[in-house]
Protein backbone atom coordinates (compact mmCIF):
# COMPACT_ATOMS: atom_id res chain seq x y z
CA UNK A 1 0.00 0.00 0.00
CA UNK A 2 1.14 3.42 -0.29
CA UNK A 3 0.32 6.07 1.60
CA UNK A 4 0.16 9.38 -0.11
CA UNK A 5 -0.37 12.69 2.66
CA UNK A 6 -1.29 14.54 0.28
CA UNK A 7 -1.17 12.60 -2.78
CA UNK A 8 1.52 13.33 -4.96
CA UNK A 9 1.00 12.01 -8.01
CA UNK A 10 -2.21 14.78 -9.00
CA UNK A 11 -2.08 16.23 -12.14
CA UNK A 12 -1.36 19.65 -10.54
CA UNK A 13 2.20 18.62 -10.39
CA UNK A 14 2.10 17.11 -13.92
CA UNK A 15 4.66 14.22 -12.60
CA UNK A 16 7.56 16.57 -11.04
CA UNK A 17 8.27 14.86 -7.77
CA UNK A 18 8.41 11.43 -8.84
CA UNK A 19 8.60 9.15 -5.67
CA UNK A 20 9.78 5.51 -5.24
CA UNK A 21 7.85 2.48 -4.44
CA UNK A 22 8.47 -0.33 -2.16
CA UNK A 23 9.88 -2.49 -5.03
CA UNK A 24 12.10 -0.02 -6.36
CA UNK A 25 10.47 1.49 -9.20
CA UNK A 26 9.98 5.28 -9.59
CA UNK A 27 5.92 6.33 -10.79
CA UNK A 28 5.22 10.04 -11.27
CA UNK A 29 1.69 9.36 -12.14
CA UNK A 30 -1.42 6.68 -10.99
CA UNK A 31 -1.21 3.65 -13.74
CA UNK A 32 -3.80 1.27 -15.13
CA UNK A 33 -4.63 -1.41 -12.53
CA UNK A 34 -3.62 0.65 -9.79
CA UNK A 35 -5.64 0.45 -6.55
CA UNK A 36 -6.44 3.95 -4.95
CA UNK A 37 -7.95 3.88 -1.40
CA UNK A 38 -9.13 7.19 -0.07
CA UNK A 39 -9.82 8.03 3.47
CA UNK A 40 -10.98 11.20 5.18
CA UNK A 41 -11.81 12.97 8.28
CA UNK A 42 -12.58 15.91 10.05
CA UNK A 43 -11.54 17.09 13.82
CA UNK A 44 -11.94 19.40 16.34
CA UNK A 45 -11.34 20.16 19.68
CA UNK A 46 -12.73 17.44 21.70
CA UNK A 47 -13.70 15.37 18.61
CA UNK A 48 -13.18 13.61 15.35
CA UNK A 49 -15.52 12.48 12.65
CA UNK A 50 -14.61 9.69 9.80
CA UNK A 51 -15.81 9.54 6.26
CA UNK A 52 -14.95 5.77 6.07
CA UNK A 53 -12.83 4.26 2.86
CA UNK A 54 -13.57 4.91 -1.10
CA UNK A 55 -11.56 2.00 -2.97
CA UNK A 56 -11.23 2.57 -7.06
CA UNK A 57 -9.11 0.72 -9.37
CA UNK A 58 -7.64 3.04 -12.28
CA UNK A 59 -8.62 1.49 -15.56
CA UNK A 60 -7.73 2.20 -19.04
CA UNK A 61 -9.01 4.53 -21.29
CA UNK A 62 -12.21 3.92 -23.55
CA UNK A 63 -11.40 4.03 -27.32
CA UNK A 64 -13.55 6.69 -28.78
CA UNK A 65 -14.88 5.56 -32.55
Known amino acids: MLDLR ?3 LTP ?4 KLPLQLGNGT ?4 LEDG ?3 IMTGWCQG ?3 RVGFGEV ?3 ILPARSVK
Request: zero cysteines.
Open 6 to 8: PNR
Open 45 to 47: DGY
Open 55 to 57: RGE
Open 34 to 36: DEV
Open 12 to 15: PLNG
Open 26 to 29: TRAF
